[in-house]
């Protein structure tokens, strides 16, 4: 049974069907073959969703694209080119480095790119920068707001494995700062390189350069506040996003670039965006129960155990599954189908559960740029040129999924990146 299942799942893959709807279908299917009645489908649906920590989703979403609409993009990009803008490649750079900032205070990956790459694409083609380098930058660069936080992949990723959503948060600062460290090092290597971009030679006066930190200022005040409240135990993740989404909206208020049009547009897209995660969730947890049921947890945790004798092995085992998995599905689905399988199996080789969801999150900021479901790189592409394709990013990405792919590598062997600033709250 299980082997028709898997042929179900990755025929329908192959075909282009939604995921929601192959989970749908393959649960369907499994509890018609084990005459099971279809009632306990809609009761793990509603189960999978019934929890008021999801609450958070659709509020960091809405506060998100409040803060990309309501001017805060712009003055962080000006901050980002007054840090960077003077290095070689510096424009490419600001367009990395606004994300990691953009990424501290919306939590979103594809709105992150999107918010970014709306901006400063048409500067970087200006600049002579290459279509297929750009939409390697820009869309790469999105998944940093995955990993810095807050961050809605940490939400979904704490909920579902029943991991602290706080020491998450806290623990995604030191692998964000080094893999934005990473891709600035290559952007400017590659802009060197290529010619790409011109360099400003007139010094920033210290004069701007106040200005311009002064008016980014309380945008980066957005995770100060979220982490803040949560660490001193005044108020929980949900919560948390209830104070982005009332902070960036009177942000936005103050610098008068928050329309009644443009509110309409970010409820209607905050809407529609928390429906597709939600909808993914509540199947998915369906689809988990029936592979519970069906003992296959049980059998993937025994493979590890008879083939995985260290936690570095497992962690690498791991790492190789989601590397696969993640160029056929989206990141939603692998967090709700692999992580209450592989979580206990990582408690029993004695992994800290900090170490080991940051390990998870890497690997999905992996899965994000990875051909062909990479959503990240998908946007990248889109807001670069609507005619461009994933395989005119090459070989650019492969150089990208290569660094994303050495810092995995790094906070696998060096636990205490994403373990020594939680330990500090202890």
């Known amino acids: 049974m299980i082997i028709a299942i898997l042929v179900i799942f990755f025929a329908l893959l192959f075909l282009g069907m939604p995921i929601a709807f192959i989970l749908g279908l393959v649960s369907v299917a499994m509890l018609f073959m084990g005459n099971v009645s279809l009632e306990i489908l809609v009761q793990r649906m509603f189960a999978g969703v019934n ?138 290597f590659m802009a060197k390189r290529k010619g790409y971009g011109v360099v400003e030679t007139e010094r920033i006066s210290a004069k701007e350069f106040f200005r311009v930190s002064r008016e980014a200022f309380f945008p980066l005040l957005t995770p100060v506040f979220i982490l803040g409240g949560i660490f001193s135990g005044l108020v929980t993740a949900t919560e948390a996003a209830v104070i982005a989404v009332v902070y960036g909206f009177i942000l936005s208020m103050f610098y008068r670039e928050l329309t009644f049009n443009k509110f309409k547009e970010i409820m209607v897209s905050s809407a529609v965006t928390s429906a597709t995660i939600l909808i993914i969730i509540s199947v998915a947890n369906a689809f988990t129960y029936v592979l519970t049921a069906n003992k296959v947890p049980a059998m993937i945790s025994e493979f590890f155990l008879q083939f995985a004798s260290t936690p570095i092995q497992f962690l690498l085992v791991v790492s190789l599954i989601l590397l696969i998995l993640g160029t056929l599905t989206e990141v939603t689905s692998l967090i709700i189908l692999l992580s209450p399988i592989f979580m206990p199996i990582a408690l029993q080789y004695g992994i800290d559960p900090i170490h080991f969801g940051m390990v998870l999150i890497m690997n999905f900021a992996l899965a994000n740029i990875t051909p062909p479901v990479g959503l990240s790189l998908i946007a990248g592409c889109s807001i670069t040129d609507r005619d461009m394709g994933i395989e005119d990013t090459f070989p650019y990405i492969l150089h990208i999924i290569g660094i994303v792919a050495l810092v995995v590598l790094i906070i696998i062997f060096v636990p205490g990146i994403s373990t020594v600033i939680p330990n500090l709250f202890e």
């Open 51 to 188: 929890n008021f920590s999801y609450l958070a989703l659709p509020l960091f979403i809405l506060a998100g694209n409040i803060m990309g609409k309501g001017g805060l993009t712009r003055r962080l990009m000006a901050f980002a080119n007054a840090l960077v803008g003077r290095l070689s490649g510096g424009l490419g750079m600001t367009a990395v480095v606004t994300s990691a900032l953009f990424g501290a205070v919306s939590g979103s990956t594809v709105a992150t790119t999107y918010a970014v790459g709306s901006v400063l694409v048409p500067r970087l083609k200006e600049e002579k920068y290459s279509n297929s380098f750009i939409a390697s930058i820009i869309g790469p660069s999105g998944v940093l707001g995955l990993i810095i936080p807050p961050s809605i992949t940490m939400v979904i990723l704490g909920i579902t494995a029943n991991i602290s959503i706080g020491k998450l948060f806290i623990a995604g600062v030191l692998p964000g700062i080094l893999l934005t460290f990473f891709i600035c090092i290559y952007v400017a």
